[in-house]
């Protein structure tokens, strides 16, 4: 069993910064693909961002690319997401994913595909 607990979000203006932290409880991190989601009000949940468990191979949202970076610490359990220059659009609760069998950049970006989730912390970007 693995739990996930996600930090960071908060209140920013349009074009700051924000980073997300999510730390996992378990042994199993290391070997788990981690992933971040979002959900704004009424629409469904999509993908942002993966890293794979071995070579740390980073996939991105095109909404998000060049803007935020993933990456993850294995020794402390954590994976983050950098977030810069953001946009009202990016306003939505930010959920934390972990799967241990996920093996194409395709299926990272499914979120059925991945066993435990974070309860989520939410991000507001004013404008």
């Known amino acids: 069993q693995v739990q996930l607990v996600e930090s960071g979000g908060g209140l920013v203006q349009a074009g700051g910064s924000l980073r997300l932290s999510c730390t996992a409880s378990?042994?199993?991190?290391?070997?788990?693909?981690m992933g971040w989601f979002r959900q704004a009000p009424g629409k469904e949940r999509e993908f942002v961002a993966t890293i794979t468990k071995s070579r740390g191979s980073t996939y991105y949202a095109d909404s998000v690319k060049g803007r935020f970076t993933i990456s993850r610490d294995n020794a402390k359990n954590t994976v983050y997401l950098q977030m810069n220059s953001l946009k009202p659009e990016d306003t939505a609760v930010y959920y934390c994913a972990a799967d241990k069998d996920l093996a194409t950049a395709q299926a990272m970006g499914v979120p059925d595909y991945y066993d435990y989730w974070g309860k989520g912390t939410l991000v507001t970007v004013s404008s």
């Open positions: 378990g042994r199993t991190f290391s070997t788990s693909v």
